[in-house]
């Protein structure tokens, strides 16, 4: 072997030794990047985690809870009172928002605004870890702001089922399989002229009004019953109730929901991987 | 020549129909500092972004450090230092953050990113803005730092797609020096760059590329030489005459070229050409007598200017 070639082989070997970690871990790092920008409004995270809970808790909860239990009696909805039938369903609502925020403006932000994702992909990171890195970041803030939202509920006694506590890993997947497939149409996104709004005001909002979140499903217009069954958040917010207070339903949908929300969440998660990695090779 | 770091054989890239980059075929030397001149449009930084293994070629050959981007992406890219043409700095953290962040992307540990930071904030000249805001930094500092970021894993190779477009002259000189350290110091450098001035500068080889071709190679001293004279004469008539005064010129200079705004006469002896001009009764607004750049280069391979 000649020098020449032998200073080659040694540059792919630093190159073969230089990518095992960024293979292995890419994601992580992605996800290091967020949990850092995260640090810094970290003050509106937190007040956001506790003052959620608090102001709808409060005002669903108690306030009009009381009207309910009034009319209705104490075990008025479904065989609870108010304030449990409706504080799983406040859960799966704010991780529903905070999986809104996190799946829309930083992805928009990392594809154009501030193409950062160009910034790692130039580095070792695969665009499939980004999107990885961005799923395990909001993951984590998910079960954080989720399990925040349980210890409010287990203060205002809200949760009567000792098992009440897997409502956090619900409210979680509901929350993915909501904003995973909101990160996949943003990830399609060549300019924001308007879309991510609209979809807030459009999907976010009447998703969250009617999927039984204040009144069972039921109580609705068979006519805008639809919206519940496609609505990742009524699928979540019963497989909580499930939980919290033992609401009855058949075991096959219980499934259904486990399978519905899983399936949301996964697909996409490869859809978007795709999407990301057909945008930034180009 | 050594084993190059960088083979490109008949180098293709095609959105649909069209090809931006059309047969392009380069060697670069470790150590070697390596341009692509050419005007906005030329395939340039599509040829960079191959080169940089984020982007996947259509047709040809392409090594980088021995491997073929297409199966070692991630490899080839954990090597490479990226000064993309467009910022991509994170807007949403602090100028030393940036290197710090980045510097976890190639999986280094904390500890020794933070100590590479701070020597790089040190080169980049950056030291009292290490907590500062990126949307903060001028537009020379903010290049600056992203040749900081780009050094963070001690890249064999550091790609510079235009790293001085935009730029005022001062923030430019400032950087041409970073960069010729790091030359000196025995940092592979490629670069595209529509400034022959940068080229001249830079480069000790380059090859000109027009419409996803290339048009020639050369250093550039060699390249001028071979494609211009010595100097240029450079006079101005007023735009309504200078096409009709070269008519006029016939067996002046060993070329003519007329420009919107003015005529070239090239030639070894440019003050002899202008005496030569008014002796024939032909008196320029303006005239210039200077040496021949790369520009003239281009504007002989392609009859057309750099910058348009």
Known sequence: MTAATSAQVSDSRRALDGAVKPRRFGAWYVAEHRFRVMRSYLQTLIVTAFGY??????????????????????????????????????L???????????????????????????????APIAPGQIIDGIVISVTARLLLASSLYYVIMLIFGAVPSALGWVAILVGTLGGLAFGVPVMTYVATLEQDTGQIAMLMRFVLLPMTLFSGTFFPLASMPPYLQWIGWISPLWHSTELSRVFTYGSAEPLWLTVVHILYLGALFVVFWMWARRIAARRLNK | MPTPVITANNLVKKYKEFAAVNGISFEVAPGESFGLLGPNGA???TTMRMVGAVSTRTEGDLSILGLDPNRYGPEIRSQLGVVPQADNLDAE????????????????????????????????????KAKAKVDDLSGGMKR???????????????????????????????LWDRLFRLKEQGTTLVLTTHYMDE???LCDRLVVVDKGTIMAEG?????????????????RFGSEKNASVAEEL???????????????????????????????????????????????????????????
């Not at chain 1, 529903?96 to 594809?111: D, H, I, K, N, R």
């Not at chain 2, 970021?149 to 923030?171: S, V, W």
Request: aromatic share 8%; charged share 25%; glycine share 8%.
């Open chain 1, 53 to 90: 809970p608090l102001l709808y808790l409060f005002a669903m909860g108690v306030g009009l809870g009381s009207l309910v239990d009034q009319t209705q009696g104490q075990q008025g909805v479904e065989g609870v009172s108010y304030l449990a039938f409706v504080a799983p369903a406040l």
């Open chain 2, 93 to 128: 953290l602090r100028v030393r953050d940036n290197l710090i962040v980045y510097g976890r992307y190639f999986g280094l540990p904390t500890a020794r990113v933070r100590k590479r930071a701070d020597e790089l904030l040190e080169f980049a000249q950056l030291e009292d």
């Open chain 2, 199 to 201: 080229a001249e500068q």
């Open chain 2, 250 to 308: 016939g067996g002046i200079g060993e070329r003519v070229e007329v420009l919107p705004d003015r005529i070239l006469v090239y030639s070894d002896d440019g003050e002899a050409e202008l005496s030569r001009i008014a002796e024939r009764g032909l008196h320029p607004i303006t005239s210039l007598v200077r040496r021949s750049s790369l520009e003239d280069v281009f504007l002989r391979l392609t009859g057309r200017s750099l910058i348009e």
């Open chain 1, 92 to 122: 799966c609502t704010a991780a529903v928002t905070v999986a809104s925020e996190e799946f829309t403006y930083p992805v928009m932000l990392g594809f154009k605004w501030n193409p950062t994702f160009f910034g790692m992909n130039a």
């Open chain 2, 219 to 235: 250093s550039p001293a060699s390249l001028i030489r071979e494609y211009s004279s010595r100097e240029v004469l450079e006079v």
């Open chain 2, 144 to 174: 600056r730092l992203t040749i900081a970021r780009a050094l963070i894993n001690d890249p064999r190779i550091l790609l510079l797609d235009e790293p001085t477009t935009g730029l005022d002259p001062q923030a430019r000189h400032i």
């Open chain 2, 43 to 45: 395939g340039k930084s």
